[in-house]
């Protein structure tokens, strides 16, 4: 199923979908995050990650990026980081 399907089929929303996405790849279960954002993607934030001194929320890397990348790509990518 879609994540959208996901969030239909369990009357959650799609952004509670991609957090539990992001806290079963923190947990080790066998998810390629990589079918949500990009090799590029994750290296944009690697970046803003640095340079706005890895703030704990999203909201700064999402004005980081002026709104232009989706907080859901924001969390996987961050998620991939924390496991490098």
């Known amino acids: 199923l ?10 959650l929303g799609i952004t509670t ?10 947990e080790e279960k066998e998810i390629d995050l990589y ?3 990009t ?3 994750v290296e944009e934030v690697a970046i803003a990650k ?3 001194d890895n703030p ?7 004005e980081y990026f002026k709104q232009e990348m989706d907080y859901f790509k924001i ?6 980081l924390e496991k490098l």
């Open 2 to 11: 879609t994540v959208e399907e996901i969030a239909e089929e369990r009357g």
């Open 17 to 26: 979908i991609y957090s539990h996405i992001a806290k079963l790849y923190a």
């Open 35 to 37: 079918d949500f954002v």
């Open 39 to 41: 090799k590029k993607e």
């Open 50 to 52: 640095e340079k706005l």
């Open 56 to 62: 704990p929320a999203l909201k700064p890397y999402f």
């Open 75 to 80: 969390r996987m990518a961050l998620s991939i």
